[in-house]
């Protein structure tokens, strides 16, 4: 005997999935907000990836203008517009037959995701895109998988060793135009940590955490670097917070002297040059050239720098020194000024005023008049003046 409720119930889920379902539909074009007043406000046409016929005359299995869910409006004229690619796969959900809305990507064999060390990694890369091909007559994206993105940027956290507990990771990465490994290995199979992604050719930051899994930089440092070379560090840990770091050398890959270190860097590749540095006692210094030696041992370029108080590696509390001449200006920190020439140094004033004596050691020689008090001099030491 036949059951009439299920038969009834049957009927009903059949009715209820013509007109609310949910399907994997294929990006064909996109309406976007591109001008004030064209009235697109993110919409997309899809493409019915499962369907009955391949193509047919009127393209039946295409839908249009079909809203695209967002995660943030923001307000009037703000917020985080957001809609998938032109052949991206999507979610779609189907309501009164026709209508939908897009719910977010859906990922498949045309578009693979990046790697990741952990599946608790934050990934988020970007870059230029390549139009996939389209068959002009079924309107499919048969040419699987697409051209991978070009020139990228990435934004990482890597997450670290899965232990059950807290431990070494939480570093942050952020890689702008343009990531060269990125763009080198597409699918970002070899980026296991924040050392995976080197300075060289690169522009971005990196954060590292207070439990860093770098081999080549202290912890909680902080790290700015241009394609240039050139470099903004600020360091926050010494090599005995490090445990990379040995009783005979630093683990760090960039010159650092610890807790309170940082230093704008110039660079034109890996060739150094000129640098502010900023010492963990309060030492500052602007020289010409960089050497990966304390700052009392530097013995090139021009420098001019003011020292800490408390700093004794040297006993000057200021100094301007031009190191191939040994030509130098210095305040020592017992009050006297030293001012230092192979060569020659020149005064040149309308008036120069001197307010206290002066020693000479060795001969003057005047060129013009001067008067002065009683003296020495040929003149007979009876002032007024004389000309030698």
């Not at 249009?64 to 703000?78: D, N, T, Y």
């Not at 934050?122 to 870059?127: C, L, N, S, V, Y």
């Not at 240039?228 to 926050?236: H, T």
């Not at 940082?262 to 963990?280: E, F, I, M, S």
Request: net charge negative; aromatic share 12%.
């Amino acid at each position: 005997m036949t059951n009439l409720k299920n038969r009834l119930l049957d009927e009903v889920m059949r009715v209820i999935a013509r007109k609310f379902r949910l399907e994997i539909c294929a990006v064909h074009k996109i309406h976007w907000h591109k001008e004030p007043g064209d009235k697109k406000f993110n919409h997309i046409d899809v493409i019915e990836r499962d369907r009955a016929q391949q193509t047919d005359e009127t393209k039946s299995y295409v839908r249009e203008k079909i809203p695209v869910l967002q995660s943030f409006l923001g307000g009037h004229c703000g917020g985080y517009n957001w809609n998938p690619r032109k052949g991206d796969l999507v979610y779609v959900f189907f309501y009164h037959e026709r209508k939908g809305i897009c719910l977010g990507n859906f990922w498949g064999w045309a578009e693979y995701p990046i790697c990741r060390p952990t599946p608790y990694d934050i990934a988020d890369k970007g870059g230029q895109w390549l139009e996939p091909f389209q068959d002009p007559k079924t309107l499919d994206f048969s040419r699987q998988p697409y051209p991978p993105l070009k020139k990228p940027y990435c934004f990482r956290w890597y997450h670290g060793p899965v232990t059950g507990t807290t431990g070494k990771g939480r570093d942050w990465a952020w890689m702008l135009d343009y990531c060269q490994e990125g763009d080198a290995v597409k699918d970002c199979r070899t980026c296991l940590n924040i050392d995976s992604i080197g300075m060289a050719g690169n522009r971005g930051f990196k954060f590292y955490s207070h439990e860093t899994e770098s081999k080549k930089a202290h912890p909680l440092r902080d790290l700015f670097f241009n394609e240039s070379g050139s470099y903004w560090m600020f360091d926050a840990k010494c090599c005995g917070d490090c445990e990379e770091c040995t009783e005979s050398s630093c683990c760090s890959e960039l010159f650092t002297e610890g807790r309170s270190f940082w230093t704008v860097q110039g660079a034109n590749g890996c060739d150094l040059k000129g640098h502010l540095r900023h010492y963990p006692l309060g030492t500052t210094e602007i020289h010409s050239a960089t050497e990966k030696v304390p700052f009392a041992s530097e013995q090139t370029g021009s420098r001019t720098s003011v020292v800490a108080d408390d700093d004794g590696s040297v006993d000057f509390a200021w100094e301007s020194i031009y190191f191939a001449q040994n030509a130098y200006i210095r305040c020592m920190k017992d009050g006297s000024i030293v001012i230092n020439s192979p060569v020659q140094i020149t005064l040149s004033a309308p008036l120069v005023v001197e307010t206290q004596d002066n020693l000479t050691s060795g001969n003057n020689e005047i060129g013009g008049h001067c008067a002065h008090g009683s003296c020495a001099c040929p003149c007979g030491g009876a002032g007024g003046s004389c000309y030698r």
